[in-house]
């Protein structure tokens, strides 16, 4: 094993500013990119990136002992996955791959012709040759997967992942668990090149993150040793009707588990939770990019920055009071009146909105906290422009000038 987990250099700085999941995310991204590491597809924001490397790293994986034992294997079907998929195929074991967002159930079984060679060996383990040699294997299909091997946008040498931010992973391991694929000594592996491997603040954690077991670079192979427990299965708590609805598999687990005594009441039927997340529920709504009214002149588009501010109290400094909300992964196509146009709808319009296009985000900051929490319900999930935003609080809560939302570059 190497040295302490490295670092880009934006994401340096002391421990009190460790940066949040999606600072983390987009630094990953941007810096795949701006480096010429980055693989098709393109461009890698928002994805599980795709490396230069990543059939090397994937390599190492014949050379682990979990995987000379291993009989069944679950890989996820990301890009640079694609050789840890054909890995699996040559050594003649069974492999596993997770339906795409887990529309049409939760795995498909690959299955090659009969002697196959290797060139049809690497068709089925790319995505066209998943879709083309591949049987469905529903909740009855008694998978005993004794390999896990999922993508990560970053990871720490002490096994912890962050993932791409829509959680089907996570869900996935924890559906694996429910219906008894899983053990809770199952190896999981992932996959990434090395300016991948940070240093991760455990308080970013949460009890329903993968952690991993093995890191696999195109130098290096971390054995992690962790600790942190994996998730127990399904926690229907953190699970919203939104979700359920996406996930037809989901329902049914959720029927099987309710049969057997098991708590299995959702995010948003919880009494506490109910008035907020059901309100933001329905008013969701998915807006396509350019169906707004032409922007008006000086309308900023992606690549520009702009600072828009309360008209009748624009000056913001002294406050003691503002929330920072801030949106990513807005897509190249989105136009900064789009936006505000869903703000609006929403009624939760910024007394100030930092528009980062070229960066594919914006920082909305509020004087009242409850429009912003409402902010944050509203328009997590929300799609614009084919794009899912993330939305999270910033960094910090208090405004400090320009010179804070640079910190967030």
Not at 184 to 198: A, M
């Amino acid at each position: 094993m190497a040295g302490p987990g490295r670092r880009l250099p934006a994401l340096a700085g002391p421990p009190s500013e460790a940066a949040s999941k999606w600072e983390i995310r987009e630094k990953v991204w941007e810096h795949l990119e701006a480096s010429g590491l980055a693989e098709f597809p393109r461009p890698v924001h928002g994805r599980i990136p795709n490396f230069k490397g990543s059939l090397q790293a994937c390599c190492s994986l014949r050379e682990l002992d979990v995987f000379s034992r291993a009989r069944e294997l679950k890989v996820d079907p990301d890009k640079p996955l694609e050789g840890a998929r054909l890995a699996a195929l040559q050594a003649r074991k069974t492999l596993l791959v997770p339906t795409p967002r887990l529309r049409t159930g939760l795995f498909n079984r690959i299955v090659p012709p009969p002697g196959a060679t290797k060139e049809v060996l690497r068709k089925c383990a790319t995505s066209q040759g998943v879709k083309e040699y591949s049987v469905p294997v529903g909740l009855d299909g008694k998978a005993q997967v004794d390999l896990v091997v999922v993508g990560s946008v970053a990871v720490s040498e002490k096994g912890w992942r962050i993932g791409k931010g829509e959680g089907y992973a996570d869900m996935e391991y924890a559906m694996m668990v429910s219906m008894g694929a899983v053990q809770e000594d199952t190896p999981i592996v992932t996959i990434v090149h090395d300016c991948q491997v940070l240093d991760i603040a455990e308080e970013l954690l949460d009890d329903h993150d993968l952690t991993v077991d093995y890191i696999l670079t195109p130098t290096r192979t971390i054995q992690t040793n962790c600790k942190r427990p994996k998730p127990q299965g399904i926690m229907w708590h953190k699970v919203s009707s939104e979700m359920l609805g996406k996930i037809p598999i989901l329902k049914t687990l959720r029927s099987r588990e309710k049969q057997a005594g098991k708590d299995v009441t959702l995010q948003d039927e919880h009494p506490a939770l109910a008035n907020t997340n059901r309100a933001a529920l329905s008013n969701k709504k998915v807006m396509p990019a350019n169906t707004q009214p032409r922007a008006a002149p000086g309308s900023a588009p992606v690549g520009q920055s702009r600072v828009e501010s309360d008209p009748v109290n624009p000056r913001l400094e002294g406050s003691d009071t503002i929330t920072t909300v801030y949106v990513g992964n807005l897509p190249a196509s989105l136009r900064v009146s789009e936006l505000k146009s869903a703000l609006r709808e929403f009624q939760v319009t910024p007394v100030r909105l930092n528009w980062q296009g070229a960066q594919h985000r914006a920082f909305l900051e509020y004087r009242d906290k409850g429009t912003a929490d409402r902010a944050l319900s509203s328009l997590q999930g929300l799609s614009l422009g084919g794009s899912t935003l993330r939305v999270e609080l910033a960094k910090s809560q208090r405004n400090k000038g320009q010179g804070e939302i640079n910190s967030h570059k």
